[in-house]
């Protein structure tokens, strides 16, 4: 299994970026997809979710109208389009995705750094 994250990068404040995520060994259309965030000394938070078939899309308020999440299912691939980007946005993020059946599977990438600087 590998959820491979890319499109990170240094940006200056206001800017935008486009996060990739390329899964692989797993039933991806079937896995409830999220992006995760940790900036150092924090918890990792939870970004933005969509759920299997696109229907519903979850944001923390601190993205809300600024990030967009979405999927390909027919690439395996999820997205977060970042806009209107802040300094506090700066982080690591992480790509992860639920599968449920008769065992809950959750996998998690690497991560990809994001530093909103000017």
């Known amino acids: 299994v590998q959820l491979v994250e890319s499109g990170g990068g240094l940006v200056q404040p206001g800017g935008s970026l486009r996060l990739s995520c390329a899964a692989s060994?797993?039933?991806?259309?079937?896995?409830?997809m999220s992006w995760y965030r940790q900036a150092p000394g924090t918890e990792r938070e939870l970004v933005a979710t969509i759920t299997v078939a696109g229907r519903n899309i979850n944001y923390t308020g601190a993205v809300k109208g600024r990030f967009t999440i979405s999927r390909d299912n027919a690439k395996n691939s999820v997205y977060l389009q970042m806009n209107s980007l802040k300094p506090e946005d700066t982080a690591v993020y992480y790509c992860?995705?639920?599968?449920?059946?008769?065992?809950?599977?959750?996998?998690w990438g690497q991560g990809t750094q994001v530093t909103v600087s000017s």
């Open positions: 060994g797993f039933t991806f259309s079937s896995a409830v």
């Open positions: 992860n995705a639920v599968v449920e059946g008769p065992w809950r599977l959750v996998y």
